[in-house]
């Protein structure tokens, strides 16, 4: 990750690491939204990262503990040191890893975050009803966001159809599984990062992501890397599986743009649909 001193550090990030004893010397161009490389006392370099709501202190816990989880096993994930929250704010600290986010997804890495998503299928310790809780969020979504007709039609087809799927409930779900939370050295993967929402249910949702992101944005992966992983999710997925996942996540996706910019949600939905159609019908 690369941090820069020409981006300006948010004073909420200011105030909470002011509060938990650290020096910042810079932000991150990317990887890792939002975050700061600081100091501890003792001058040990942690990346620091915060959200504007305490709530999420909780969440965030959850995914230190999937994380650590996998980091148990060796899986090359950041050591995650700490997670809480001020007054105004939630915040995680943990380790700085080497490497540099990769600009476009080769078949190598590719191959490799497809073997590294395969490791998610482990026991996270946890269960959760994830079927039943990501339609309930997905039909919420649904009814909240304006989209055209034709492109809630497919969703809609796409969560009936998933109602039968048989999803896991206890595997260790990273949650934004894509090559930008990835970290590489020449075209090794050195690193899976950004945890904060990770917890139990089905390790494919990973494995869809992916696929997802090579999908929706092929201008960001080689044509290879993406024929590799939609190889991968055809083999792990049964197509019922597969539907539901995705439309989990054009609706989640779209339900967050909605939020930042209502004008442009029902247009990148359409996008986003015509690109998965496939998957979803």
């Not at 998610?120 to 007709?149: C, F, K, M, V, Y």
């Amino acid at each position: 990750m690369s941090p820069t001193g020409d981006t300006e550090v948010d004073t909420r990030v200011s105030a909470v690491a002011d509060e938990l004893g650290l020096a910042i010397i810079r932000p991150f161009t990317s990887g890792m939204f939002g975050a700061v490389l600081v100091a501890t006392a003792d001058g040990q370099e942690q990346v620091l990262k915060t959200a504007a709501d305490p709530a999420l202190e909780r969440v965030w816990a959850m995914g230190a503990a999937m994380a650590a989880r996998l980091h148990e096993e060796g899986y090359p994930n950041p050591r995650i040191t700490g997670v809480g929250a001020t007054r105004t704010a939630a915040w995680s600290l943990q380790e700085r890893m080497a490497g540099e986010v990769p600009q476009r997804l080769t078949a190598g890495q590719a191959a490799q975050l497809v073997t590294l998503a395969g490791r998610h299928n482990t026991d996270s310790g946890q269960r959760r009803p994830w079927r039943d809780d990501a339609i309930r969020a997905a039909r919420r979504w649904l009814a909240e966001t304006s989209i055209d007709a034709a492109s809630a039609a497919v969703l809609v087809a796409a969560l009936d159809h998933g109602e039968g799927a048989d999803l896991l409930d206890h595997t260790v779900v990273h949650g934004d599984f894509h090559h930008g939370n990835s970290l590489i050295e020449d075209d090794e993967i050195v690193a899976v990062i950004d945890w904060d929402i990770a917890g139990p249910g089905d390790w494919r949702f990973d494995l869809v992501m992916l696929a997802f992101g090579c999908a929706v944005r092929p201008q960001t992966c080689e044509p290879a890397a993406a024929e590799l992983v939609t190889e991968a999710v055809r083999s792990e997925c049964p197509s019922e599986v597969a539907a539901l996942m995705m439309a989990c996540q054009v609706l989640r996706m779209i339900s967050m743009l909605a939020v930042r910019s209502p004008a442009t949600a029902a247009r990148a939905c359409s996008r986003m649909v015509a690109a998965l159609h496939s998957w979803m019908v």
